[in-house]
Structure formats: structure tokens, C-alpha cells
């Protein structure tokens, strides 16, 4: 069976994970209040998704 | 290859998945709008349409079909009478999901399904402190209902007991109330 024949050095190890990173949200401008909502969500700061939707207390 | 392999298993059972179901469309039907994960969401949505359709053709087996999916009696016949009925005209498309965000705990994407053209109010999103403070709101408006009930039964009680003995019971009549506005003081609390 192929088998590698050197261990991974931490160096090698470190470059491959080098580009490895998280991607931020991509938030758009909400329509009603301008806040920021993410694509084809309900607005979590005026709580509209074109119409009224979902309430939200305590802003 | 997963060829004519159709549904989520949602980690359960065959006949927890069922229950699942069926106590979903239930709670849709009955509110016309339940908030629950998107995958829960987009099965129920599966169920809810056929149910609807079974409602608009409104006869007896339609009916016995649409039963097995329906666990409260009352919910079924809303669905033949009122909603049946109201989406005559609409081929299909009775629901619609909308997509609020992840929900805090498990990070999972939370979803409202709702009946077009449905008559259910906006979604209270409640933050923690209000949610404490709706359960206690709960339990007071229920005590008071019962306290309603009791001092109801006894008004009849006291009636009925005046048209017999006129004068012997006034007094009793009296300690009852009193009792109940104790009752009442507790249960706020």
C-alpha cells in the first residue's frame, strides 16, 4: 500500500493551512430600516420581509 | 445513487418523523403560522399542501385521508370549513416559508410557515426577559379566568340556594366570596 515516507514537518503543515479561513456574512441593506439583513431573510432589526412579518420588542 | 429516495429523515424514526408531521400541520392549520426550523419547515409545507387539496375536494374519503394527518378533531373541520373553502380559486402554492436567521443554541436556520392569505398576526419575537415576563402575564390571566369560573358556579349556586331559602344563606354567600379572593392573590403572586 503507497504510504508517505516523511512525516508532515509542522512548516509544511502550517503552509497548507495557511489560506484556510472563515468567510464573514454578507449582509444588505435592509429595504424598511436600512439595517443590515442577510439575502432572503426576515430583517432581524424592523422584523419586515417585504410586508410586515415578525414583531420585534425591545429595540 | 440515491434514485427515487425523496424526504429528510430528521434524525428520528419512521414513526417519530410521522408524529412530527402530523403534529405540525396540525399547529399550521390551527394557527396559520408556526415558527420551527427550515427542514422541518419545508416537509410540513409537503404535507400541509396535499391536506389542502384533500380539503378543497371536501367529500367524505377526502376527508378520512386528510384524518390521519389531523390530530385534534376541531383542527380538521376548520380545515374543511374555512380553509378548504377559502383557497378554492388558488391551483397550489398554499404556504409560504420565510427564512428569519439562525436561532441562538444550535446555530440551526429558523423558519416561519405560514397559509397565504392567512389571517395570523405578526410573530412576537421575544427576548428572554419578556418571555419570563409573558409566562408569568400566562398564568395570571388563567387563574383569574378560573377564579371567574368558580365565583360564577357559586353566584349560580347562591341563586339557586336563594330561591329555596331566601334569607339562611346570605351569609355563607359572603365567606365563598371572600375565599375566592384569596385564591386569586395567591395565583399572581
Known amino acids: 500500500m503507497a504510504v508517505p515516507k516523511r ?18 456574512p454578507d449582509p444588505n441593506k435592509c429595504p424598511h430600516c436600512g439595517g443590515p439583513r442577510l439575502p432572503h431573510r426576515v430583517c432581524r432589526e424592523c422584523g419586515y420581509y417585504g410586508e410586515r412579518e415578525v414583531m420585534v420588542v425591545e429595540s | ?7 429528510r429523515k430528521l434524525n428520528r424514526t419512521t414513526a417519530h418523523r410521522k408524529m412530527l408531521y402530523r403534529n405540525l400541520v396540525t ?26 387539496t384533500y380539503a378543497k375536494r371536501g367529500d367524505l374519503h377526502a376527508r378520512r385521508i386528510a384524518a390521519r394527518k389531523i390530530t385534534e378533531p376541531a383542527v ?10 377559502r383557497y378554492a380559486e388558488r391551483p397550489g402554492g398554499y404556504t409560504r416559508i420565510l427564512r428569519m436567521g439562525p436561532r441562538k443554541g444550535d446555530n440551526a436556520e429558523m423558519a416561519i410557515l405560514e397559509l397565504v392569505d392567512g389571517t395570523a398576526r ?15 402575564m400566562v398564568a395570571e390571566e388563567k ?9 360564577e358556579a357559586e353566584e349560580r349556586a ?15 354567600a359572603a365567606e365563598d366570596q371572600d375565599e375566592t379572593e384569596t385564591d386569586k392573590d395567591d395565583a399572581g403572586a
Open chain 2, 76 to 85: 380538521l373541520a376548520k380545515l374543511f370549513e374555512e380553509i378548504g373553502p
Open chain 1, 7 to 24: 512525516k508532515t514537518s509542522q512548516a509544511r503543515k502550517g503552509k497548507r493551512r495557511a489560506n484556510w479561513r472563515l468567510t464573514a
Open chain 2, 158 to 172: 347562591e341563586a339557586a340556594a336563594d330561591a329555596e331559602a331566601p334569607e339562611a344563606d346570605a351569609d355563607a
Open chain 2, 27 to 52: 399547529s399550521l392549520i390551527k394557527h396559520e403560522r408556526i415558527q420551527t426550523t427550515v427542514p422541518k419547515a419545508k416537509e410540513a409545507r409537503s404535507v400541509a399542501e396535499k391536506l389542502i
Open chain 2, 1 to 7: 445513487m440515491r434514485h427515487n429516495v425523496s424526504g
Open chain 2, 122 to 136: 405578526p410573530t412576537v419575537k421575544d427576548s428572554l426577559k419578556r418571555k419570563r415576563a409573558r409566562k408569568i
Open chain 2, 143 to 151: 387563574a383569574e379566568a378560573k377564579a371567574a369560573l368558580i365565583e
